[in-house]
């Protein structure tokens, strides 16, 4: 009779990261958390003006609602990718494409939810 081999459990994160470095994942999802973590690594002033859209090989693209603001941010460029970078992990943004467009007004998701 074959004993079977007990496994010690581990938790659902180490499980988790084994799958998404088996799947090759794992750069993708630090990516992603951008949308996540933007305006609070931007701060309230650019995120009233800029928005993330899309992200794509280490690129993130950003809709600014108006030249003014186009411009400061070109020049912020590089602070702005350390402090994303900085809470996405060193090397997750390679670049920011920021392009002059409109941004949908920011939606609150508590009244959403209590019908307000």
């Known amino acids: ?64 609602d108006h030249n003014t603001w186009l411009q400061q941010l070109t020049y912020m460029k590089s602070v702005l990718l350390d402090k994303l970078n900085a809470q996405l992990g060193e090397g997750t943004l390679a670049d920011l494409d920021l392009r002059l467009g409109k941004i949908a007004p920011r939606v609150n998701p508590s009244r959403e939810r209590s019908g307000r």
């Open 1 to 64: 009779m074959r004993t079977k081999k007990i496994r010690a459990f581990r938790p659902a994160r180490e499980v988790l990261e084994a799958v998404l470095d088996r799947l090759k994942l794992t750069q993708s999802v630090r990516e992603h958390r951008v949308f996540e973590i933007w305006d609070a690594a931007v701060g309230p002033q650019v995120a009233a003006h800029a928005r993330p859209q899309s992200i794509a090989k280490g690129v993130l693209r950003v809709r600014v």
